[in-house]
C-alpha cells in the first residue's frame, strides 16, 4: 500500500477514534465526571498519533478535536477551543520530540499543556475580554484546571502500551 495512503487511513482513524470518545463522553449520563473518561482517552490518540503516524497527524487531531468537542456537544466556548488545541498541540509537539524517551515527553507535555490551557483561561482571554472574567475563573477551576493535567498524564499511561504494542505490528 502506498505511504501516503497509510498516512492518511491512520491519521484519519485516529482522529475518528477521538470524535467517538468525544460523542460517547457526551451519550453517558456521567455529568462532570466523563471529562475523567474522554480526557485520557482524547490524550492517548493524540500522543498515539504522535508516536504512531508521526508530527503532522497530531498536530492535525490536536487542532481538530477541540472543534469535535464542540460538535459533539461540549460546553467549550469558542474562543477556549484555540487554546484548547494549542495545549494539544504542545503534548503533541512535546512527547513527539522526547519519544525515546516516553516519560519524560509525557510528563512535560502535560505540565505544558496545562500551563498553556490554564494560563489562557487566567491572562489572555480576560485581557482581550474574550469571554466575562467569572465564566473563564469557573471554567479555570472546573474542567480547564488541574483536570487537564491529569487527564493528560493518564492519557499518556494509557498510551504507552498501546504504542508498544502497535509498533510490532505496524
Known sequence: MNNNVKYLTR?????????????LGRLFPLGGNSNFIVGPLVNACLIISASLVGIYAGAVISILSPFGAILTGALLPLPLALFVALGN??????????????????????????AIIYGSLLYVIPF???LPATQALKLASANFGWLQLVTALVGGIIAIPIIRRLEKHI
Do not use: C
Not at 11 to 23: D, S
Open 89 to 114: 498541540f504542545s503534548l503533541v509537539l512535546i512527547f513527539y520530540i522526547f519519544r525515546k524517551k516516553e516519560i519524560i515527553g509525557i510528563i512535560s507535555g502535560a505540565i505544558v499543556k496545562f
Open 128 to 130: 482581550f475580554k474574550l
Open 11 to 23: 491519521t484519519a482513524m485516529l482522529l475518528a477514534l477521538t470524535i467517538v470518545f468525544q460523542f
